[in-house]
């Protein structure tokens, strides 16, 4: 219609439009008043407070002014009071800056969970401050004042200045917050200094808040339903840390803003109770806390550069220690073959030792009563005639053995387990002897039994590459939603040594996990040393090699090494992001680690019947299943823990009776049946005492352990199930070491000088390790806010906390115990397998 007033149009064109117009909105049903608003405006002066009223008739404004420097902050803080009791229109101040607009009501309403409404009729807020290109410049701002009730509203407002806007270094500063009076400061970097963290502690645990750091914009998004918009945030009850670096803020500035939430479920705090009308507006009380802000520079390039020197230079010491061990027994080695080829020059005790003639020990294995007996019947040469005659077989010749075993060895099939043609008929006679040896559970052909324990190495090399794959990808999700969005309450962090390096949060955690993987490739190098030396003496018919020690697979020991080296790369995926929901991944290979060396201990004694890989990964998967089902449904469930408890009460009855006969029972339909025969005939009939008494005694002890596991479980029904069930696996392993210990020093045998220093080494890092493990500097049980009054500050180098020391710690104590396992039997490596008890 402007196109009407130009003078080349005629008025009657412009009269009809007019017309028009005036029809249309009629035609709409729309009323058109001529109302007149009254507008006051006031100039106004900073820490005065003002008390007047207004309606909807009458709409006041105060003009402000104030100068900014470039070199000076200086916060405007606006307070406002509600003075009028149930006012059904809430009161409107919209704040007019000149980059921004502040409106907020009063009553202010914020909304707490499943929509539930809180009011708060004093509200406080902090006005941005966007920077100035001036050296000093006068502004002007509004504050606007309306409403729609037709009757009066009073109301307060007091516009002050804050003197403590801008955040100074390593200076403390405490602070009052609600709800509705959230508080905001400004941090610009110093010269020099590229990543601060901020710290913010309170002594009260609620109400629940929340720490957010956003870039100098405006508006500021200082309120509980909008904080989470843009920044880094935290939720909060007595720590918050969030580490800033310069190079994410472009203006080399940010504000710390803290707001306190409208309720504490956030936090682990209970939920308040729901108001009785849908409609009513619950009155939020008193919620204010007070707080206390510190930004600190945080670590420069120097020490992260130290301190992954020093996780590198902690393990390539073991390398080295490794390489000059190596050097040391290479040399011996040389001299006792030196002495073999020159054997008039020994003695006759050390021929015959080398020979693996040793002389037969007077103890009997078998229970302390009939090694009692044995020794009391006579002299030792009666004793050993009598053992040899229940044994019921002689000593052959070495010569014998080898022509023997080199027969077996040309003849055997790469699929053929039972190689000897009596093994199907007479192993049930042969494990049914009270005495057993090595050489009765070691007749099957070594190339077979070889390569069915090779399996275990490929079979968990072929699970690390399936498992890992799609968990890095995970883990790498997982960092990368925390950057875009900035919720930091995602992953379950140490905050307060949680140092970022590119794209990951918290790279020590990760760093310190450098470890398992390092130690892990040493152990498999020290186990490929020993496999070449063994096959190289099997290819110089060496009858030591043939058929003293232990017979030696290395197919577990492979399958141990890549075991640790995987648990150290999920490890650090784990902590890419720790959280509720990926703990399993720092936890499947430490239960594959204690089930591979439980199979490694049965197997030095048992290689024959020891499990095969497809059934002992069926059962570490079925481990690692309960594990998940564990952490998803066995927070308080009693049906889970029931379940489980007598599952676990079960398999360790069934593989308690496995121990005890040596794979010598069937699980069918009759095993009812011959289990109350069993009982009859040997517990009512004759009252006769267990066959075996030292597997019986472990066994009881085992069981004992179990029960008391499973019944703690069921009690108790702690949180985390993962760490729980790595705790069975732990002290079921840790009973049969000590037994394998036991029943090692009882038969006779010694433990040589390495093994038992690696033995003391172990115990002492283990004791060490397990201290900072409990330390619990985090927790995912718990809200991501309670976690964090766990945090604590690093302890090592600047750089690494009590975790990581666990870390470093654990590796070493792994490493350790698997080289207790490889070197524990060296002493037998000369006697004969025939005079090697079974245990």
Not at 207 to 225: E, F, T
Not at 385 to 405: F, I
Request: with cysteine.
């Amino acid at each position: 219609m402007a196109s009407c007033w130009k003078p080349t149009h005629s008025s009657l064109r412009c009269f009809l439009l007019l017309l028009l117009f005036v029809l249309t909105v009629e035609g709409a049903g729309v009323e058109v008043r001529n109302t007149s608003v009254q507008v006051m405006q006031k100039d106004g002066e900073f820490d005065k407070s003002y008390m007047d009223n207004v309606t909807s008739e009458v709409q006041i404004i105060y003009t402000f002014n104030h100068t900014v420097t470039r070199n000076k902050t200086e916060g405007v803080r606006v307070s406002v009071e509600l003075l009028s009791e149930n006012t059904k229109s809430p009161v409107l101040f919209v704040v007019r800056q000149k980059q921004a607009v502040l409106s907020f009501q009063v009553p202010l309403i914020l909304r707490g969970l499943y929509q539930r409404k809180y009011q708060y009729t004093q509200v406080r807020r902090t006005l941005c401050q966007p920077p100035t290109l001036a050296l000093s410049e006068t502004q002007f701002f509004y504050v606007d004042v309306s409403t729609l009730s037709t009757s009066s509203v009073q109301y307060q407002l007091r516009v002050s200045r804050v003197e403590s806007f801008t955040l100074q270094t390593n200076t403390k500063f405490s602070f009052n917050a609600t709800p509705s009076q959230p508080q905001f400061f400004k941090y610009g970097f110093p010269d020099g200094v590229d990543t601060v963290i901020v710290k913010v502690n309170s002594e009260k645990n609620f109400p629940c808040s929340v720490m957010s750091i956003q870039d100098i914009q405006c508006p500021v998004y200082d309120l509980d339903n909008n904080v989470a918009f843009i920044g880094m945030y935290q939720t909060m009850t007595k720590k918050a840390a969030i580490t800033v670096q310069r190079k994410d803020f472009p203006s080399n500035s940010f504000y710390v803003v803290i707001v306190v939430k409208t309720e504490d479920e956030a936090c682990g705090g209970p939920l308040r109770f729901y108001p009785l009308s849908p409609d009513e507006l619950l009155d939020a009380g008193n919620r204010s806390k007070t707080l206390e802000v510190v930004v600190s520079p945080a670590i420069d390039s120097e020490v992260y550069i130290i301190g992954m020197l020093f996780c590198l230079g902690i393990f390539l010491f073991f390398y080295a220690m490794t390489f000059i061990l190596a050097c040391f027994e290479n040399k011996r080695m040389h001299k006792k073959r030196e002495g073999l080829l020159n054997p008039a020059d020994m003695s006759p005790a050390e021929t015959a030792s080398l020979l693996g003639k040793t002389p037969a020990s007077p103890y009997e294995y078998g229970s302390i009563a009939d090694n009692a007996s044995t020794l009391s019947s006579g002299p030792a040469t009666d004793s050993l005639a009598s053992t040899e005659a229940n044994y019921g077989y002689m000593e052959r010749s070495l010569d014998t053995v080898g022509r023997c075993r080199q027969e077996s060895l040309s003849s055997v099939e790469e699929d053929d387990y039972d190689t000897l043609a009596d093994i199907d008929s007479d192993k049930n006679i042969i494990r049914t002897k009270k005495y057993l040896c090595v050489s009765d559970l070691a007749r099957k052909d070594k190339r077979v039994l070889s390569k069915k324990y090779q399996i275990y190495f490929w079979n968990i090399a072929t699970i690390a590459v399936f498992y890992a794959l799609p968990v890095i990808q995970l883990v790498i999700t997982y960092q990368t939603v925390v950057n875009v969005t900035g919720n930091q309450d995602i992953c379950y962090y140490n905050f307060l040594c949680a140092h970022p390096l590119g794209a990951l949060s918290s790279f020590n955690n990760i760093l310190s996990n450098l470890g398992y993987v390092m130690l892990g490739l040493l152990f498999l190098l020290i186990v490929l040393q020993r496999d070449v030396v063994h096959k190289r003496a099997l290819l110089r018919k060496e009858a030591t090699a043939l058929e003293c020690g232990i017979p030696k697979h290395f197919g577990l020991f492979y399958a141990m090494g890549t075991a640790l080296m995987m648990e150290g790369l999920l490890s650090a995926c784990y902590h890419v992001c720790p959280n509720y929901t990926n703990f399993q991944f720092d936890t499947s290979f430490m239960y594959m680690i204690a089930g591979l060396c439980m199979l490694k201990l049965y197997q030095k004694r048992h290689p024959d019947i020891n499990a095969s890989a497809y059934s002992a990964y069926a059962c570490l998967a079925a481990v690692i299943f309960f594990s998940v089902l564990g952490v998803v449904f066995g927070k308080g469930n009693t049906a889970f823990w029931i379940v489980f408890s007598v599952l676990h009460i079960l398999f360790t009855m069934l593989l308690s009776t496995q121990l005890y006969y040596m794979g010598r029972w069937r699980l069918d339909s009759g095993i009812l049946r011959r289990i109350l025969h069993m009982i009859y005939t040997d517990c009512i009939r004759q009252c006769s005492g267990p066959m075996y008494i030292d597997r019986m005694v472990l066994l009881v002890m085992g069981n004992i352990v179990n029960w008391s596991l499973a019944a703690y479980g069921l009690i108790k029904k702690p949180n985390d199930f993962a760490s729980y069930l790595l705790a069975i696996a732990i002290c079921n392993l840790l009973l049969y070491f000590a037994f394998y210990i036991i029943m090692k020093l009882r038969s006779g045998e010694r433990i040589r000088c390495l093994p038992l220093v690696c033995i003391v080494f172990t115990a002492v890092v283990w004791g060490f390790a397990l201290f900072f493990f409990f330390q619990g500097l985090s927790t995912w049980q718990k809200t991501p806010a309670e976690s964090r009054e766990h945090n604590r500050d690093c302890i090592l180098l600047s750089f690494f906390d009590d975790h990581d020391i666990w870390h470093f710690l654990s590796s070493i104590a792994m490493f350790g115990s698997f080289l207790v396992l490889l070197t524990m039997d060296d002493d037998l490596d000369t006697v004969q397998r025939d005079k090697i008890y079974v245990f």
